[in-house]
């Protein structure tokens, strides 16, 4: 949808803004910006839409050469949320979702109309709409940049630090609005941001830049963290890689081992052999549809014939497909069996992951 061929941008008076950069960016895909401040994150979106225009290299806008089309009518296909919002303080929150609408000639009810399912879509109340800028929350005005750029429907949305001026609670929510949102419309997304976690988070993509526009690495979010290109790269990604990458992955992904499962009638010298065979001091039990039940503990079991007899501990911490090995890793350490157990939809029981399925996934 987007490809950059070797672009560079060099500033009157020398500054090289952006550096023989090469990017692709396919349909439907959000590609991320991330880089230290000056590093040309701005710039190369302001290339894409041509508010900057190349020094050197081509760009090329759904199949089509960006310097062939009139900057209105490239434009019109492609949104723009600007880096601190940057709405009109004298437009009403309707005026300034409907700037667009209104440039391209529509009419006042339908721009009305528009705005209104805009700010719905972003959740943003309706009331807000006849209010002025300044008599929003960070949060809600950040939203209001959202709508705006959505205007008219641009199937290229260019999205500055979009959630740049809030504190980080908003901001981990406006990230989650924005995943969903982008499930419903999915637009080619090129977003900015100097803030790496945002950028693991929400990019399908991300590019390193390095100071002097130069783009250090364009991979995905695993494929970065597992094999940075260089040192710098590496920095930038910060520490507790590993970490990071475990929560890229859903525990759907891995095989879970089968663990030592067993029935509440099961007799306990029977118990024993497959706790035995697993190499652990204790056993899970599950009910006759397999759902969760507990856990013994060979300790516990003596004296009786069947482990169901036994009062059974609280089942190590569970996790369902969804969840991510990171959260698999949390279960783990505060378990006292040190595995987390993988449960389905209907709470039965699938496996357990150990610590060992998560070195094997990380190596
Ligand atoms: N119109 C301009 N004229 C001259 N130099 C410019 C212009 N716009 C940007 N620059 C310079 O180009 C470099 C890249 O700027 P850009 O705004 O793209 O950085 P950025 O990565 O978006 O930074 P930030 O994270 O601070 O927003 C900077 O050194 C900046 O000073
Ligand atoms: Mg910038």
Same mark, same amino acid.
């Given at each position: 949808?987007?490809?950059?061929?070797?672009?560079? %941008?060099?500033?009157?008076?020398?500054?090289?803004?952006?550096?023989?950069?090469?990017?692709?960016?396919?349909?439907?895909?959000?590609?991320?910006?991330?880089?230290?401040?000056?590093?040309?994150?701005?710039?190369?979106?302001?290339?894409?839409?041509?508010?900057?225009?190349?020094?050197?290299?081509?760009?090329?806008?759904?199949?089509?050469?960006?310097?062939?089309?009139?900057?209105?009518?490239?434009?019109?296909?492609?949104?723009?949320?600007?880096?601190?919002?940057?709405?009109?303080?004298?437009?009403?929150? !309707?005026?300034?979702?409907?700037?667009?609408? !209104?440039?391209?000639?529509?009419? %006042?009810?339908?721009?009305? !109309?528009?705005?209104?399912?805009?700010?719905?879509?972003?959740?943003?109340?309706?009331?807000?709409?006849?209010?002025? *800028?300044?008599?929003?929350?960070?949060?809600?005005?950040?939203?209001?940049?959202?709508?705006?750029?959505?205007?008219?429907?641009?199937?290229?949305?260019?999205?500055?630090?979009?959630?740049?001026?809030?504190?980080?609670?908003?901001?981990?929510?406006?990230?989650?609005?924005?995943?969903?949102?982008?499930?419903?419309?999915? %637009?080619?997304?090129?977003?900015?941001?100097?803030?790496?976690?945002?950028?693991?988070?929400?990019?399908?993509?991300?590019?390193?830049?390095?100071?002097?526009?130069?783009?250090?690495?364009?991979?995905?979010?695993?494929?970065?963290?597992?094999?940075?290109?260089?040192?710098?790269?590496?920095?930038?990604?910060?520490?507790?890689?590993?970490? %990071?990458?475990?929560?890229?992955?859903?525990?759907?992904?891995?095989?879970?081992?089968?663990?030592?499962?067993?029935?509440?009638?099961? *007799?306990?010298?029977?118990?024993?052999?497959?706790?035995?065979?697993?190499?652990?001091?204790?056993?899970?039990?599950?009910?006759?549809?397999?759902?969760?039940?507990?856990?013994?503990?060979?300790?516990?079991?003596?004296?009786?014939?069947?482990?169901?007899?036994?009062?059974?501990?609280?089942?190590?911490?569970?996790?369902?497909?969804?969840?991510?090995?990171?959260?698999?890793?949390?279960?783990?350490?505060?378990?006292?069996?040190?595995?987390?157990?993988?449960?389905?939809? !209907?709470?039965?029981?699938?496996?357990?992951?150990?610590?060992?399925?998560?070195?094997?996934?990380?190596?």
């Amino acid at each position: 949808m987007i490809t950059l061929e070797h672009v560079s %941008k060099v500033f009157p008076g020398g500054t090289t803004a952006v550096d023989a950069v090469d990017l692709h960016v396919a349909e439907g895909e959000v590609a991320v910006l991330v880089g230290p401040s000056g590093c040309g994150k701005t710039t190369t979106l302001r290339l894409i839409n041509r508010m900057v225009e190349p020094t050197s290299g081509r760009i090329v806008v759904d199949g089509r050469d960006a310097s062939a089309l009139p900057t209105h009518e490239l434009r019109r296909g492609i949104g723009y949320v600007i880096q601190h919002t940057g709405l009109f303080p004298h437009r009403t929150i !309707e005026g300034n979702i409907g700037t667009v609408p !209104e440039l391209v000639g529509w009419s %006042k009810p339908a721009i009305r !109309e528009r705005a209104a399912e805009l700010m719905e879509l972003v959740g943003l109340p309706r009331e807000l709409a006849s209010r002025y *800028p300044h008599q929003l929350s960070g949060g809600q005005r950040q939203r209001v940049g959202v709508a705006r750029a959505l205007a008219v429907d641009p199937p290229i949305m260019l999205m500055d630090e979009p959630f740049g001026a809030v504190d980080p609670i908003v901001r981990a929510r406006l990230q989650e609005e924005f995943l969903r949102l982008q499930q419903e419309v999915r %637009k080619t997304i090129v977003f900015v941001t100097h803030d790496i976690d945002e950028a693991i988070t929400m990019g399908d993509r991300i590019a390193i830049f390095n100071v002097g526009g130069r783009l250090e690495q364009y991979a995905s979010p695993r494929d970065l963290l597992a094999e940075p290109a260089n040192a710098f790269v590496a920095d930038f990604l910060g520490a507790e890689r590993g970490l %990071k990458r475990l929560a890229l992955v859903r525990t759907s992904e891995v095989e879970a081992a089968p663990g030592p499962v067993v029935g509440a009638e099961t *007799p306990v010298e029977e118990a024993k052999d497959v706790a035995n065979q697993a190499g652990t001091d204790w056993v899970v039990v599950v009910d006759a549809g397999r759902r969760l039940r507990g856990v013994a503990w060979l300790a516990d079991l003596g004296g009786v014939e069947r482990v169901g007899d036994v009062a059974l501990q609280d089942p190590p911490l569970s996790v369902r497909a969804e969840d991510s090995l990171r959260t698999a890793l949390d279960a783990m350490v505060t378990s006292h069996t040190g595995v987390a157990v993988r449960v389905g939809p !209907e709470g039965t029981y699938e496996g357990v992951l150990t610590q060992d399925i998560l070195t094997r996934e990380l190596t």
